[in-house]
């Protein structure tokens, strides 16, 4: 059974850093594009990074760039979300996204969420 | 960046009715890489439809999606109790891949 769920959310202050990890089972890691997809509380999706199979892609959207830094572990079937230099706007339900298949792809599997909350 | 806008906002509806959502982009979506989510209260999204009109695996037929370029839309045959939700178009043809800002479908 495929799965993936994310970990590391929780409270920070603004201008502090979080790291967000993604771990996965049940497929063949390696092989598939994951993403980062955030919800602000009553808001709609908001893509935020990708990064390809073996690692060496990564696409950022412009709201992060510069302060979040996307990788994976293919050893350890874990991608994660460096976030730096956090503002009120960035809290929100942080998902992780695996590809459907390789090349450009939509997200057929999704985690659970873990929500980022940055606040003074 | 490609900016896809959902219309309506929010589409208020009875059970066996016909659903249709409509989503516009900006500029041409490549290869038409445009994807139906569906997502429920405090649930993660769930992927409906990819490549404008292939339904993923485990989706009933009663969903459909069609359109191509700039125009897209996800039709819901008859709606059953568990369809009302928020659905989102997303783009994956280009970076970012964006979202549109959903259409809530709720009971009448």
């Known amino acids: 059974e495929v799965q993936v769920w994310e970990s590391g959310g929780g409270l920070v202050q603004p201008g502090g850093s979080l790291r967000l990890s993604c771990a996965a089972s049940g497929f063949a890691f390696s092989n598939f594009g994951m993403s980062w997809v955030r919800q602000a509380p009553g808001k709609g999706l908001e893509w935020v990074s990708a990064?390809?199979?073996?690692?060496?892609?990564?696409n950022y959207a412009d709201s992060v760039k510069g302060r979040f830094t996307i990788s994976r572990d293919n050893s350890e079937n874990t991608m994660y979300l460096r976030m730096n230099s956090l503002r009120v706007e960035d809290t929100a339900v942080y998902y992780c996204?695996?590809?459907?298949?390789?090349?450009?792809?939509?997200?057929?599997?999704w985690g659970q969420g873990t929500l980022v909350t940055v606040s003074s | 960046e490609i900016v896809l806008t959902q219309s309506p906002a929010t589409l208020s509806l009875s059970p066996g009715e016909r659903a249709t959502l409509s989503c516009g982009a900006s500029?041409?979506?490549?290869?038409?890489?445009l994807a139906w989510y569906q997502q429920k209260p405090g649930l993660a999204p769930r992927l409906l439809i990819y490549d404008a009109s292939s339904r993923a695996t485990g989706i009933p037929d009663r969903f459909t999606g069609s359109g191509s370029g700039t125009d897209f839309t996800l039709t819901i045959s008859r709606l059953e109790p568990e369809d009302f939700a928020v659905y989102y178009c997303q783009q994956y043809g280009g970076s970012p891949r964006t979202f549109g800002g959903g259409t809530k479908v709720e009971i009448k």
């Open positions: 990064i390809s199979s073996s690692g060496g892609t990564t």
């Open positions: 996204a695996k590809g459907a298949r390789s090349g450009q792809h939509p997200y057929d599997y």
């Open positions: 500029q041409s979506v490549s290869s038409n890489y």
